[in-house]
């Protein structure tokens, strides 16, 4: 099993609700990551876990706050966002955070209104 | 992490082979070069990568040159499902960080 999951595929929230994203692997992968994608523009790190602790956070707003529950679940918490924090939101894991190739989920496109 | 150069787009013929070149001239000796696509409205998905020889694997071949500062990423009989955007990197050795660069949006006609 080589998937990412991501739930849900899409959310529209107002700026004053409080909704999670939802990313699972159940390929023993051991790093988990964030990121976003503005339309028509490269995906960009968020947060990186190893082994289940934050290991990179790259300076995202604290209104997104992720989470790892376990090896194979991370969640990204969102609370008081903005319209342009509205875009396509990727999850993505690997073997290790040592360089591994990431395997990526579908994404969760997230309109803030 | 070097900086890669790609061409913004490109056009290919359904059952040619497309050729997409990637310049990294400031990579340095234990950066390895990776490339991913990303389907429209999928996630990225992962292509290949070498260090200096050439790879081939399923999806793709690898060609890098002798002196590392360029290399083509080439799919041997485009289908068009292979329309998308790739990306080249270049990723140091145990690095944490996949860092994406604008990319090529790869056209594959009928």
């Known amino acids: 099993d080589t998937e990412v999951t991501q739930t849900p595929k899409h959310l529209v929230m107002g700026m004053t609700n409080k909704k999670s994203l939802k990313c699972e692997q159940h390929m023993g992968h051991r790093a988990m990551y964030w990121y976003k994608q503005k339309a028509k523009k490269p995906p960009e790190l968020m947060f990186v876990y190893s082994y289940e602790k934050l290991s990179i956070n790259e300076s995202v707003p604290s209104r997104f706050s992720p989470e790892c529950p376990n090896s194979s679940l991370l969640n990204l918490h969102l609370h008081a966002l903005q319209p342009e924090d509205s875009a396509l939101y990727l999850c993505?894991?690997?073997?290790?955070?040592?360089?591994?190739?990431?395997?990526f989920g579908p994404g969760t496109r997230l309109t803030v209104t | 992490d070097a900086k890669t150069t790609q061409p913004p787009s490109m056009d290919c013929a359904e059952g040619r082979a497309a050729n997409l070149p990637c310049n990294h001239s400031?990579?340095?000796?234990?950066?390895?070069v990776y490339w991913y696509r990303q389907i429209h409205s999928q996630g990225p998905q992962y292509i290949i990568h070498g260090l200096k020889n050439n790879e081939t694997n399923e999806m793709a071949s690898l060609i890098i040159t002798e002196d590392r500062k360029s290399s083509t990423l080439i799919l041997p009989h485009a289908t068009l499902r292979d329309t998308a955007v790739y990306y080249c990197i270049v990723r140091n050795q145990g690095a944490q960080k996949l860092v994406f660069g604008q990319g090529t949006r790869l056209t594959i006609n009928p």
């Open positions: 993505a894991s690997s073997q290790d955070d040592r360089g591994y190739e990431q395997y």
């Open positions: 400031t990579i340095s000796g234990n950066e390895y």
